[in-house]
């Protein structure tokens, strides 16, 4: 099975806490004080100081607001809004891209906002992502890396099952501090040894 337009069909995925669905308006415009968190610009390594990460507007600009629109037309990558369903409200954004066809691989990034932290949603998101790649693909190793000083992150790949693979050093600088970025990644046979255990 080739991996060419793996995505083109955007899914809205159920579960006990969150639903990805593609972005509507409204979880674009909640996506701007989310993208503006000094937390998730911290985490994400998009600014290098604490002072950046403390002065974003909440409002997104018209460049990253036509991005989010243009999500659900691209077929090499599925970019999904992470709602709360006590709120119907946008908390995050669940993200597979950088598809590598050869290799049978992509990777993986979530955010999650403040109002999506510490509730399971993230976690649940992770799986459920993972979930429908596995079922609905042949990709075969699905990647990600976290810096070392978001161990809340860390810990939530872990639990969903993501394998430790090593350390880029150094790979950030913050606040004239270098931090090493954790690489992880999940491959089928992981999925399907979970899956089994369940």
Request: charged content about 25%; glycine content about 8%; some cysteine.
């Amino acid at each position: 099975m080739t991996l060419t337009g793996i995505f083109a069909i955007k899914p809205t995925i159920e579960g006990g806490r969150a639903t990805l669905r593609p972005f509507t308006p409204a979880d674009i415009q909640a996506m701007g004080s989310i993208l503006a968190d000094p937390e998730i610009l911290r985490f994400t390594g998009s600014v290098h100081t604490t002072a950046e990460a403390g002065s974003r507007s909440p409002r997104l600009d018209e460049a990253t607001r036509r991005w989010y629109e243009t999500r659900a037309d691209q077929a090499d990558r599925l970019d999904l809004a992470v709602v709360d369903r006590v709120t119907n409200m946008c908390v995050g954004e669940v993200v597979l891209n950088d598809v590598n066809e050869p290799n049978d691989a992509c990777n993986f990034r979530i955010l999650m906002g403040p109002h999506g932290r510490d509730r399971g949603i993230g976690s649940e998101a992770t799986r459920m992502v993972l979930d429908h790649a596995f079922r609905t693909t042949s990709l075969n190793r699905i990647e990600l890396d976290a810096y070392v000083f978001n161990p809340r992150a860390l810990h939530v790949y872990e639990q969903c099952g993501f394998v430790y693979e090593g350390r880029r050093r150094a790979a950030l600088k913050f606040d004239a501090e270098y931090v090493d970025a954790i690489v992880m990644s999940m491959l089928r046979s992981d999925w399907e040894q979970g899956i089994s255990r369940q």
